[in-house]
């Protein structure tokens, strides 16, 4: 830079800093007096998603079993370089070595926790809750739970399992073309099917979402139109109407009550072709999971623990589960660990309401100050059973916020009715009601304690003029 000035006739000249406004100004800027980060910083996050109680028992039992104990050893001293140099009972680990870490006594590989062979089998059958199939079951257990040989032993299990060979289909899939499937829709909940089916005395409705595959099944006390509407009504008012409803032609939704529930709800109700229940396939197939999941339930308890397990499988390799895809949040049926990439929004909910406490608050106590009363002070209470205001004096503070202790005053000190013949009403007539705890309000002090009865509205709001109007 010195060479570049030599060309230049330069005299230098000396300014205060107060006269430069620019370079004070950026002089003056606060330092950043921050605690220095490292470049490099180990951060450990407890993300393992288990019950204290099955994580406990998972930890004692890796701790015990002896090819876990050598995998633990082997992943703190380092995997040797070659296979053949491991021990032979922990090479079948050998093509995972990279993916294996310790997290809190428990050995994981990736987010998948490795079972020890002692809980194996409670595992395998936790897969197999709702009777699903092997590549279901491998979904499951994808990001749940891991050891050498599992798809061998899921594979058996299923092969192993009476209800689900005794209700294996007897006929092969037929060939679908592509003219007569439903387009896949842009979004959950736009199209949905349902249809009805009868199993072991019952009566059941099934709902299943075209983008989602989520199945929702009731009973049905009846099978009238006005049934299968009541349970429409109560779907549909949880998740809103969706734009097509798809159904076969049964008297239920061929009827003019049906039409009517369409136009009210506001969705297009679209039909199956007569006698060919193929053109409603989605609801058929999901009633046939269904069915085959009540023959192989012994009670309510197993079948709902399977549609639970049903609605949490992912659909395949690449598509998330159907409460994931519907509900936008994962349902847990297996001990798993959890996922650091799911938003929170726990902070922003509590945000959310504090600052709806202090709108309400603040909308509050400009409409309705908050009124305090003191000991001795005359105030109004509401009777509930004679519906009407009864005077009454503050005798003490509950401890709960804008409640107090009153005395109703006797009867005598009141105005008395008078009788019949124009009398007034004797004292023997006359009774003390105790002491009750009621919310007061105060006792305006004008000479004139009788009001008019109050003034509705055609709405049924009572008019209430502002408070200077009144004498």
């Not at 709702?130 to 040989?149: S, T």
């Not at 009846?222 to 969706?242: C, K, N, W, Y």
């Not at 058929?284 to 549609?307: C, M, P």
């Not at 202790?405 to 000190?413: D, F, L, M, S």
Request: hydrophobic share 35%; with cysteine.
């Amino acid at each position: 830079m010195l060479l570049r000035l030599l060309e230049y006739d330069v005299t230098v000249r000396y300014k205060p800093g107060r006269m430069m406004l620019a370079s004070d100004a950026l002089l003056r800027l606060p330092a950043d007096r921050g605690v220095p980060v490292p470049m490099n910083m180990e951060v450990r996050v407890d993300l393992l998603h288990f019950s204290p109680e099955r994580l406990e028992e998972l930890r004692r039992a890796t701790a015990s079993d002896e090819v876990l104990s050598l995998v633990r050893r082997i992943i703190v001293d380092g995997w040797p370089d070659r296979r053949c140099q491991l021990n032979p009972q922990i090479r079948d680990y050998w093509s995972v070595r990279d993916s294996l870490v310790i997290d809190d006594g428990v050995i994981l590989k990736g987010n998948a926790a490795v079972i020890p062979k002692l809980l194996r089998a409670w595992y395998i059958d936790k897969l197999h809750d709702g009777h699903q199939g092997r590549v279901k079951m491998e979904l499951r257990a994808k990001d749940a739970v891991y050891w050498p040989g599992m798809r061998n032993d899921i594979e058996s299990k299923v092969n192993a399992c009476q209800p689900c060979q005794f209700t294996r289909p007897a006929n092969d899939c037929m060939e679908l073309t592509p003219d007569h499937q439903h387009p896949v829709p842009q979004g959950p909940w736009q199209d949905v099917s349902t249809d009805l089916f009868y199993y072991n005395s019952h009566n059941y409705i099934l709902v299943v979402d075209h983008y989602s595959s989520y199945v929702f099944v009731y009973k049905l006390t009846g099978t009238t139109s006005r049934d299968v509407i009541e349970i429409l009504m109560q779907l549909f008012a949880e998740h809103g109407s969706p734009t097509t409803l798809y159904s076969d032609n049964g008297p239920q939704f061929d009827s003019r009550e049906f039409a009517n529930f369409a136009a009210r709800f506001e969705f297009r109700h679209t039909t199956s072709s007569p006698l060919h229940p193929q053109s409603n396939g989605i609801a058929e197939r999901q009633v046939r999971i269904v069915k085959d999941l009540l023959k192989r339930s012994n009670g309510n308890d197993a079948f709902y623990r399977g549609l639970r397990s049903l609605r949490s499988t992912p659909l395949d390799a690449h598509l998330p589960s159907p409460a994931e895809m519907l509900l936008g949040r994962r349902v847990d049926t297996l001990p798993r660990r959890a996922c650091g990439g799911q938003p929170n929004h726990r902070e922003q909910l509590e945000r959310r309401r504090e600052q709806q406490r202090l709108n309400f608050n603040a909308r509050f106590q400009r409409h309705t100050p908050v009124r305090a009363f003191d000991v001795g002070d005359p105030v109004l209470v509401r009777n509930a059973r004679a519906n009407e205001w009864q005077p009454a004096t503050v005798i003490d503070k509950h401890h709960t916020p804008a409640s107090y202790i009153v005395q109703p005053k006797p009867a005598r000190e009141v105005n008395p009715p008078e009788t019949s013949d124009g009398e007034m009403a004797t004292e023997d007539r006359m009774h003390t009601p105790p002491a009750w705890r009621r919310e007061a309000m105060p006792l305006r002090r004008t000479a004139q304690m009788i009001r008019p009865d109050p003034v509705r509205t055609r709405s049924g709001r009572i008019s209430r003029p502002p408070e200077r109007l009144q004498y």
